[in-house]
């Protein structure tokens, strides 16, 4: 039984123990996300998690595997941002895959979902914990999984999408309806999700349940950074950019987006290669330079404590 209201993982900072704990106690399943952290970290916000809550939780997991990228690209790119700060090393890393399957399997979750790619055999094959994979297009729903979250062009953050590629962009609904022409499996749809009438029309598309992610990033329990909680809060428009990190995102435009238009597509790579820049400007206070992802509808996103979002999606 899937909950009807889902709070999405979050990775990079609003994630936190108390933020799954409180979606999960009003009702919802409450992710705890594994991006960015040490597995030794994931394993101690999941312990927590559960130690705050007897509900439903889920441990997100970044899938990530090397390709080629455009190296003489990548080096241009790099010399382009010289003026905006220090920068990182591009590298790849695979943000500890295997070492955080372990970490998941091993913890008290009732579904373990994933971003970026399909998920590994061993989950597939774990026989207790349902697995759910990320998914942006049609394409993408015949990945083995049991449970699929449709992520439409509305949703704020990176892109779930196998690639990195531009073709696959469809509101939601529509996406669900696409969706749901290839496969009968448990549908959770997931952006532009900021109201219950955003939910109720997503349910009415075939959704079993909705992935709720900006609609908590002002929530007490959410470990949003002020730089970030303003930015939301002060309005704007939001587009889709690889500047930060190579791998196309939502975020609120600001100036290094518009400065930066082309960046290369090169994921995790431009993430390492601007984190000290974006480290920085969060220090200081400086909503240019950094990352201030959000969905579609996050005008409406509002601060109030985790469980009135949930029960303002339930309806």
């Known amino acids: 039984m899937i909950p009807e209201v889902v709070l ?15 979606a999960a106690d009003a009702g919802a399943l409450g992710f705890v996300a594994g991006g960015y952290l040490t597995p030794d970290e994931f394993a ?17 997991l970044f899938v990530l595997t090397e390709a080629p990228v455009d190296e003489a690209a990548v080096a241009a790119y790099a010399a382009e941002l010289a003026g ?7 590298r790849f890393d695979d943000d500890w895959l295997d070492e955080k399957i372990e970490v998941a399997l091993a913890a008290d979750v009732q579904a373990i979902s994933t971003t970026f790619g399909p998920p590994p055999r061993k989950l597939l094959e774990n026989g207790r914990v349902p697995v759910w994979a990320t998914i942006s297009s049609a394409a993408d729903a015949r990945v083995e999984a049991d449970v699929l979250v449709v992520q439409g062009i509305e949703a704020g953050g990176h892109r779930g999408a196998f690639d990195d590629a531009d073709e696959s962009d469809l509101p939601l609904v529509a996406l669900l309806a696409r ?11 997931a952006g532009g999700i900021g109201n219950r009438a955003a939910a109720e029309a997503a349910l009415a598309a075939g959704a079993a349940a909705v992935q709720a992610g900006t609609a908590f990033l002002l929530c007490p ?3 949003t950074h002020p730089v970030h909680r303003e930015a939301l809060q002060r309005g704007g428009e939001t587009a889709m950019t690889r500047a930060f990190t190579g791998r196309r995102a939502r975020g609120i435009v600001n100036g ?16 390492h290669l601007t984190a000290p ?3 920085a400007a969060r220090a200081a206070g400086d909503a240019d330079r950094v990352n201030l992802w959000a969905g579609a509808s996050f005008q409406s996103t509002r601060a109030v404590p985790a469980a009135e979002v949930v029960a303002q999606l339930r309806g």
């Open 84 to 90: 905006e700060g220090e920068l990182g090393e591009p």
């Open 221 to 223: 329990e959410a470990g």
């Open 179 to 189: 969706v749901r022409e290839v496969t009968d499996r448990p549908l959770v749809a």
């Open 8 to 22: 999405a993982p979050l990775a990079g900072g609003p994630s936190t123990p108390e933020l799954a704990a409180a």
């Open 256 to 271: 290094f987006m518009q400065r930066h238009p082309d960046a290369p597509s090169a994921y995790p790579h431009i993430h």
């Open 44 to 60: 101690r916000r999941l312990a927590q998690a559960r130690a705050l809550t007897d509900g439903p939780l889920g441990a997100n």
């Open 277 to 279: 820049l974006r480290a």
